[in-house]
């Protein structure tokens, strides 16, 4: 049986690679496992079959023969420990790698999503222009740590690991917001990471779902 992994049938970046399951198709893609995707509709997500796959109803959910996962971050590892290409062969690498994707997730994804949820959600709101500035100023302040550690390395931690492929993921997320540009090393840092082939297949397949194009 191939892996099957859920994504929205039509997603809400119409397809710019920001949905959660095109981090599961790039560890999929970098690690060179098939697999299929079973578009699911914003309906069907609140209905019980895919609830009993995901509790939360959202998306990606991952299935492999008797194996059913949820959370991005879940799967990725699970695909990086059984599938080499994601984390380094000895123990303390692939232990920083781990701690990385748990950064990238726990660290610096919150308070992006926030301001995500400031200019979406809370834009119309009379306090929105005064809260903003706070919103963006916790971001920056994670991204000059980041920055700092990174310095002038291609990545994180050595060579390329799920902890990069996580922190590119979620540094995604900020090109809108021109924030990155105001840190040159991460900018050029996320366009390593777009550039890598299993990234550019894993992009192309989730915007060929979008767009109505097999992929």
């Not at 895919?50 to 939360?56: E, V």
């Not at 590892?77 to 781990?98: M, N, S, Y």
Request: overall charge negative; hydrophobic content about 45%; glycine content about 8%.
């Amino acid at each position: 049986m191939s892996i099957v992994i859920t994504a929205f049938e039509r997603s809400p970046d119409g397809g710019k690679g920001l949905a959660r399951d095109t981090r599961v198709r790039w560890a999929l893609e970098e690690t060179a496992q098939p697999y299929d995707v079973r578009p699911v509709s914003f309906q069907a997500m609140k209905e019980d079959a895919h609830l009993a796959l995901h509790p939360f109803g959202q998306i990606p959910t991952y299935e492999d023969g008797d194996l059913a996962l949820f959370e991005t971050g879940a799967i990725v590892l699970h695909v990086a420990e059984h599938h080499a290409g994601l984390l380094p062969d000895d123990a303390c690498g692939r232990a920083r790698a781990i701690a990385w994707m748990f950064a990238a997730l726990n660290t610096v994804e919150p308070p992006i999503l926030d301001l995500t949820i400031a200019r979406l959600v809370e834009g119309d709101r009379a306090w929105s222009r005064e809260r903003l500035p706070l919103v963006e100023d916790r971001i920056r302040y994670r991204l000059r740590q980041l920055s700092a550690h990174l310095g002038d390395a291609d990545w994180l931690d050595g060579a390329f690991s799920a902890g990069d492929l996580m922190m590119v993921s979620v540094l995604l997320r900020l090109r809108a917001s021109g924030l990155l540009d105001e840190f040159p090393n991460l900018a050029a840092y996320v366009a390593r990471g777009e550039a890598r082939p299993a990234y550019r297949r894993a992009f192309a397949a989730q915007q060929a779902l979008n767009s109505g194009r097999p992929g």
